[in-house]
């Protein structure tokens, strides 16, 4: 006997799937300016490489015979796919069924592919629309009855975190749990004008008193409860783009920096870049007048593998600059010091920047390299009612912390406990000073006047004093006499940075080899 009959039963299913949330639905998604949920899935993938799991999911309606007239889709989509040619879990939430929220069949499915991500060790993107598996009021008079709220498998997102890169897309307002899966992740990306995420949304927010500028446009109010100026800018969300396609792109560029699951080592590229690459205008990058700031990110670009570097977060924590590079082709990530903002002191949302990342890097076995001009922590009042020490103390215990190797370059200021925070002190120092150098427990021109006030008091010119103390202690100060009792170890031609990088670049990937 043939089995056509469920097999065409099979196909009628698939179908009405492939509908979404129908055809009206669908459109007014697409007028909004968003991608549906397999166009996405289909955009984000290798072409045709997508695999989908659980396809017929969700809710049949059936006639008064008992037999199918029609199927509510679960909003939420996964399967096996590809980027770049290596497998992946892919999802995207459905916004066209219900706007994402949860219904019988979209918890077990998100729980499925989380287990299926760390269970089968592979990558997983989330592209999270709407409340991503939250509830709705109406849901409460479906059932009826409420319940104490729990989150089924968050264990498993949370395992996910542990053991595999976790890229999440918000490509919609994402609230409630959604915004919760949003920030459970490694790299975070919104789209300006597409993306807003909050804990609840603006009616929500205005039914508990609150109520803020432009509220009465509901594009507006979400725009300025959680759009991409207030969460790209607080830390919540890595980066921000400008389109969908633009989004799935950078998805695809960060897994290309780590390996598939922990254990396993990231894979080395073609080497594009002369590993002996001397660049003349390192020379002159760094300017005498210790007032006067440079481009950080043209260092970062004159002595790295060129075109490779993937900044994160530039918009948060600025003092910071954090990146995914490469080096001879192999992956590392930079911590750089940006002197054009607040000078390259740490303050609290810098300090918590620096604290992810370096995290990011010890957990997926990346080498960091760091290029230090750090001043110090931030100091002042707003500085002491951020708890900026916390957050800097945090920042430098995970870089202590940390097991890969690490090499650090001094182009200019290296002082006070952020200063040290350049690398583990009690492990072998691979650094390399520039002789631009200025270092100390604490910058001079900050604790001259107080060192030699007595003696400023009592002189007949103390103007003609405090110029004789500073030019004898520019003298001492010198990077040279540092050297001369190897409290650093060289200093260096600034061009050389790069050949000595890819050095340090290849020894470090020949020790996590030797570690695996």
Request: charge should be negative; proline fraction near 5%; aromatic fraction near 8%.
């Amino acid at each position: 006997m043939s089995w056509a009959n469920e097999l065409e039963e099979l196909r009628k299913r698939e179908a009405l799937a492939e509908q979404m949330g129908g055809e009206g639905k669908v459109a007014r998604q697409h007028g909004r300016g968003k991608m549906d949920a397999r166009a996405r899935l289909a955009a984000l993938t290798d072409e045709g490489s997508f695999r989908e799991i659980g396809k017929i999911a969700g809710k049949g309606h059936y006639d008064e015979n008992g037999d199918l007239a029609g199927v509510t889709p679960a909003p939420f989509l996964f399967g096996k796919a590809t980027v770049n040619g290596r497998p992946i879990v892919a999802t995207a939430d459905d916004f066209t069924i219900r706007g994402g929220a949860a219904d019988a069949g979209i918890s077990r499915k998100m729980v499925q592919a989380e287990k299926m991500a760390h269970e089968l060790k592979l990558p997983i993107i989330r592209m999270i629309d709407g409340t991503g598996g939250g509830g709705s009021v109406k849901t409460l008079e479906q059932i009826g009855a409420t319940y104490i709220p729990a989150v089924p498998g968050w264990s498993d997102v949370v395992e996910n975190l542990d053991t595999v890169p976790v890229v999440a897309l918000a490509l919609g307002p994402t609230a409630g749990l959604g915004a919760a899966r949003t920030v459970a992740s490694h790299y975070s990306i919104m789209v300006r004008g597409l993306s807003q995420l909050f804990a609840a949304g603006p009616a929500v927010v205005d039914g508990l008193g609150e109520s803020y500028k432009g509220s009465d446009d509901h594009a507006t109010a979400k725009e300025e409860l959680g759009g991409v100026d207030i969460h790209t800018r607080n830390g919540v969300v890595d980066d921000e783009v400008a389109s969908e396609a633009e989004a799935f792109a950078r998805a695809r560029h960060f897994l290309n920096f780590m390996p598939e699951h922990v254990g396993q080592l990231a894979r080395r590229a073609d080497p594009i870049d002369p590993v002996y690459r001397r660049e003349e205008a390192l020379l002159n990058l760094v300017p005498r007048d210790d007032k006067q700031v440079y481009s950080m990110r043209r260092c970062m670009e004159m002595v790295l593998d060129q075109g490779t570097v993937f900044e994160i977060g530039r918009n948060w924590g600025r003092a910071a600059i954090t990146a995914l590079a490469r080096l001879d082709g192999y992956p590392v990530a930079v911590v750089a010091s940006d002197p054009s903002y607040l000078g390259g002191s740490w303050e609290a949302k810098t300090s918590e920047k620096v604290e992810r990342f370096v995290k990011l890097a010890d957990q997926f076995r990346l080498p960091i390299v760091h290029l230090v001009d750090n001043p110090g922590f931030m100091i002042g009042r707003e500085a002491e009612m951020a708890g900026t020490i916390r957050y800097g103390v945090q920042a430098m215990n995970a870089i202590y912390k940390a097991t890969v190797p690490l090499a650090s370059i001094v182009l200019r200021r290296a002082y006070g406990i952020a200063g040290s925070a350049m690398s583990n002190a009690d492990r072998f120092q691979y650094r390399y000073c520039w002789p631009s150098g200025d270092w100390g427990s604490l910058p001079i021109a900050g604790g001259l006047e107080v060192a030699y006030k007595s003696e400023l008091e009592a002189a007949d010119d103390p103007a003609a004093l405090l110029k004789e103390i500073k030019a004898r202690l520019d003298k001492v100060t010198s990077p040279f006499r540092s050297a001369e009792r190897f409290n650093v170890e060289d200093i260096i031609d600034p061009r050389d940075t790069r050949p000595l990088l890819c050095e340090f670049a290849q020894l470090a990937w020949r020790k996590l080899e030797a570690e695996r």
